[in-house]
């Protein structure tokens, strides 16, 4: 996590680097800095807190530096304090550092340091590497080569970005597992954690790879491996409009993103579904359009899935559907707990990375495992990667063999909402793609979950349309002393039960738990009273009178019922529930990407009642790229 960002050009630096930072406050915001060079003197100047407080230290200083580098920070060691805010310098104050990632090493490294008369001012692990620098500059002229020897001492995931007085005309930046971009301009060049930084100035890009230090000067950039090979680069054009990651009128971006819902899956529909397939026509033209290659899909035996978070209940719902749709057994794994206690190796299995972001290190770091510990293996047992990604451009797509790109759009809201919505779409395309190649299913029944898909846009639509004025009432029972929720669901929607919890935990800070409905009796129900509201998913389906009972368990115990049915459910429902939000007939194959939203809606209400910072909740960063 934290936000780098740096620029070199004609233009001032500051207005850049803020403008730069605030679109990278999504990583960390506790804390943020600046750093310019002007007239032979590098200036610093940190606030604790949200980049609204820098800004407000920064409306009185007047710069025309066209250098400098910023960051906003997400703490990893030390307090979110000023002090320990970056840029970091040097004892001297001559140049200035900011880091996204973390030096494992740096306490060897200090010790070291301060043996030598150096004097630290913050508790965090980048204060070394200005020191480092600095010493390294003692007994040489180029600031890359002195950066160079850093690097080289350096253990860990990082991306850094430097500057100094004694060479104002180059900002040297480097990468090593975390994510740094390069933006071109006219005269200009700028460095970035994630492109959106970059976007509104130019969308000609380069991604820095792993094991690459980069020099950045007002006539052009020079790229170099650790090694210290110059590197030939050429930079890409992109096509994003920057005009989607604006509010565009709504108060927060996780509502806007939550009403962006509709069009995110009619584009996914759109790219990955054949038009022209009709299920009793040629048997070799496939509904699906993924671009998977026969290698990648044939005699597949198991399926393992790695993810985090939301994108981990994603991949719960895919496993449902691998499993009962394609028929492959299949397992999800924590990207965190994987890495570090994988299981056994089973021929011909297809592993799937699921990451909007593309960069969570844990998930990175799982499939590059994966890949590196069956690299010598007989042909079935080596790896077949795929990534389900909202960022084909990101670290994933060079890990893994083929992306899938969920096409949401930029997500901003810490949340993750449409991302979430697309990842599922993705999961239905991939057991519909293998389900038709392996013919575990009729083209009917194809034909008969394609015409499912297609209606969720203006499904979504209804929700949005008919229950928000509702849900938003409904939120104001809980926002002064609910301290507890409890959301149950079974089969494909006890991973929609977890992720309402998340999204009310994340962004309401109100303590939630989601257990599978079954499962309540075996000790979780001894939670319940009047103080504690249960939500149940209760779509109709194979377990709907299951969950039912259990929910009627659940109000045998005093607990306040919260029910997410179908309309036609409702009135029957209105028996059991004490208040039901309603999402229109669908087959319970569907019914995840439809009973989500109201979820979604009532965690984002009693947030913004509450008058909590939705988007960027307390102790949260959008894009955890550190382990
Ligand atoms: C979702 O609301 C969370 N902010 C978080 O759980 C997130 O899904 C997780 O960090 C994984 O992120 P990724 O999809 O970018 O890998």
């Known amino acids: 996590m934290c936000g780098i960002v740096g620029y070199i050009g004609t233009q001032a630096a500051t207005d850049i680097l803020i403008s730069g930072l605030e679109r990278l406050e999504y990583r960390g915001y506790d804390s943020a800095g600046v750093a310019t060079v002007e007239e032979g003197q590098v200036n610093c100047v940190k606030a604790k807190g949200k980049l609204l407080k820098l800004r407000e230290k920064l409306e009185h200083v007047v710069s025309k530096a066209q250098i400098g580098i910023g960051h906003t920070r997400w703490a990893t060691h030390g307090k979110p304090e000023e002090h320990n805010a970056h840029p970091h310098l040097n004892s001297a104050r001559t140049l200035a550092v900011v880091q996204n990632g973390i030096i494992e090493n740096y306490l060897e490294?200090?010790?070291?340091?301060?043996?030598?008369?150096?004097?630290?001012?913050?508790?965090?692990?980048?204060?070394?590497?200005?020191h480092l620098i600095s010493q390294f500059l003692a007994n040489s002229t180029s600031l890359l080569e002195a950066v160079q020897q850093t690097i080289a001492k350096l253990e860990g995931a990082f991306a850094i970005a430097v500057v100094s007085a004694d060479h104002p005309y180059e900002l040297i930046v480097a990468r090593q597992q975390a994510p740094l971009v390069l933006g071109f301009g006219q005269g200009e060049f700028f460095c970035a954690s994630d492109m959106t930084a970059i976007l509104p100035h130019t969308r000609t890009i380069l991604t820095l790879d792993n094991e690459e230090i980069a020099k950045l000067t007002p006539l052009g950039v020079e790229i170099y491996n650790f090694a210290g090979d110059r590197v030939s680069r050429f930079p890409r054009t992109l096509d994003w409009n920057p005009v989607q990651v604006e509010k565009q009128g709504f108060r927060h971006y996780m509502l806007k993103e939550i009403y962006e819902?509709?069009?995110?899956?009619?584009?996914?529909?759109?790219?990955?579904?054949?038009?022209?397939?009709?299920?009793?026509?040629?048997?070799?033209?496939s509904p699906i359009n993924l671009g998977l290659s026969p290698n990648l899909t044939d005699n597949l035996e198991h399926?393992?899935?790695?993810?985090?978070?939301?994108?981990?209940?994603?991949?719960?719902?895919?496993?449902?559907?691998?499993?009962?749709?394609?028929?492959?057994?299949?397992?999800?794994?924590?990207?965190?707990?994987?890495?570090?206690?994988?299981?056994?190796?089973?021929?011909?299995?297809?592993?799937v990375g699921v990451t909007q972001s593309g960069e969570t290190a844990d998930t990175i770091a799982a499939l590059e495992s994966e890949r590196a510990r069956r690299a010598n293996l007989e042909p079935k047992r080596q790896a077949k990667l795929i990534g389900i990604t909202n960022r084909p451009e990101s670290t994933i797509a060079q890990i893994v063999d083929r992306v899938i790109d969920t096409h949401a759009g930029i997500e901003i809201g810490v949340a993750a909402t449409k991302t979430f919505i697309a990842q599922v779409m993705g999961f239905y395309f991939l057991a519909l793609d293998l389900a038709y190649r392996r013919k575990t299913i009729s083209n009917s029944k194809i034909g008969e979950i394609i015409a499912g898909l297609r209606h969720i846009p203006s499904q979504i639509e209804t929700i949005l349309d008919t229950q928000a004025d509702a849900i938003e009432e409904l939120a104001h029972d809980f926002t002064t002393e609910t301290e507890d929720f409890i959301f149950i669901g079974r089969g494909i929607n006890f991973p929609i039960a977890l992720e309402g919890a998340l999204k009310l935990k994340e962004i309401s800070y109100i303590h939630a738990e989601a257990y599978p409905a079954g499962e309540m009796k075996h000790g979780p129900i001894a939670l319940l009273d009047n103080k504690v509201p249960v939500v149940a998913v209760a779509m109709p389906g194979s377990v709907y009178e299951k969950v039912i009972s259990n929910a009627q368990e659940a109000k045998a115990r005093d607990a306040r019922l919260i029910g997410v049915t179908t309309a036609m459910n409702a009135t029957e429902a209105a028996h059991t529930f004490d208040d039901v939000?309603?999402?229109?007939?669908?087959?319970?194959?569907?019914?995840?990407?439809?009973?989500?939203?109201?979820?979604?809606?009532?965690?984002?209400?009693?947030?913004?009642?509450?008058?909590?910072?939705?988007?960027?909740?307390?102790?949260?960063?959008?894009?955890v790229t550190v382990e």
């Open 581 to 623: 939000l309603t999402v229109p007939e669908v087959d319970e194959l569907i019914s995840p990407v439809l009973a989500v939203i109201p979820l979604q809606m009532l965690s984002y209400h009693i947030a913004a009642i509450k008058g909590l910072d939705v988007d960027q909740p307390r102790n949260l960063a959008k894009s």
């Open 109 to 130: 490294l200090k010790e070291e340091l301060i043996s030598n008369g150096v004097e630290f001012i913050s508790e965090t692990d980048t204060e070394v590497i200005p």
């Open 303 to 351: 399926i393992q899935i790695l993810a985090c978070g939301t994108s981990w209940h994603a991949a719960l719902v895919g496993k449902y559907l691998l499993e009962q749709v394609a028929d492959i057994p299949t397992t999800v794994d924590y990207a965190s707990e994987f890495r570090y206690s994988p299981k056994p190796i089973i021929a011909n299995t297809l592993t």
């Open 261 to 285: 819902q509709p069009a995110v899956v009619r584009i996914c529909l759109d790219n990955y579904l054949n038009p022209n397939w009709h299920a009793d026509e040629d048997p070799d033209y």
